[in-house]
């Protein structure tokens, strides 16, 4: 399994170094891991310029600069506050790309009702675009991942689209 990151992100890494397009990335229940991924290619640095696990009401405000009112009427665990997430991180470390996903790994729901297993992953650049992913696993570990592998497939979309 060594590879695996890497072979998650190496699609995405090509496509921002050939464009010189960079990212951010604000992730929640994957824990780090699409940071990890985006990071695992040598010469990340050409393309990565930071992000952060946005895990909780304080982080939000303190690592995003968000405050409680400019969350208002916005539920966490939703396309419309991962947009939020990932239209912020982008703003603050002005990049091309910014990548966020929020959600609930599990082994049960988080506090706003969502299921084991829900995220919600946005994309804030040239291109927007938000989805929802519902894999109806209590797995912890098998959920972070699959909201990685999400993330960075969303990701590459937005990229593919926009060389259109």
Same mark, same amino acid.
């Given at each position: 399994?060594? *590879?695996?990151? /890497?072979?998650?992100?190496?699609?995405?890494?090509?496509?921002?170094?050939?464009?010189?397009?960079? $990212?951010? !990335?604000?992730?929640?229940?994957?824990?780090?891991?699409?940071? @990890? +991924?985006?990071? &695992?290619?040598? =010469? /990340?640095?050409?393309?990565?310029? =930071?992000?952060?696990?946005?895990?909780?009401? @304080?982080?939000?405000? !303190?690592?995003?600069?968000?405050? *409680? %009112?400019?969350?208002?009427?916005?539920?966490?665990?939703?396309? /419309?506050?991962?947009?939020?997430? /990932?239209?912020? $991180?982008?703003?603050?470390?002005?990049?091309?790309?910014?990548? @966020?996903?929020?959600?609930?790994?599990?082994?049960?729901?988080?506090?706003?009702? *969502?299921?084991?297993?829900? +995220?919600?992953? @946005?994309?804030?650049?040239? !291109?927007?675009? &938000?989805?929802?992913?519902?894999?109806?696993?209590?797995?912890?570990?098998?959920?972070?991942?699959?909201?990685?592998?999400?993330?960075?497939?969303?990701? %590459?979309?937005?990229? &593919?689209? *926009?060389?259109?």
């Amino acid at each position: 399994m060594p *590879d695996l990151l /890497a072979s998650l992100a190496a699609p995405v890494a090509e496509r921002l170094v050939a464009r010189g397009h960079t $990212v951010a !990335v604000a992730e929640s229940s994957a824990g780090g891991l699409i940071s @990890a +991924a985006l990071l &695992s290619i040598p =010469g /990340a640095s050409a393309y990565f310029m =930071g992000g952060g696990v946005i895990y909780t009401r @304080a982080a939000r405000r !303190v690592l995003l600069g968000v405050p *409680d %009112e400019g969350v208002r009427g916005i539920r966490s665990s939703t396309e /419309a506050y991962a947009l939020l997430k /990932a239209r912020t $991180v982008r703003e603050k470390l002005g990049t091309t790309w910014g990548l @966020a996903e929020t959600g609930a790994a599990g082994p049960s729901g988080n506090r706003y009702g *969502d299921p084991s297993g829900h +995220a919600c992953i @946005a994309v804030a650049g040239p !291109v927007e675009r &938000s989805r929802t992913v519902e894999t109806g696993r209590t797995d912890r570990e098998a959920n972070m991942w699959a909201f990685t592998r999400a993330a960075l497939e969303l990701l %590459e979309a937005c990229l &593919s689209e *926009d060389a259109r």
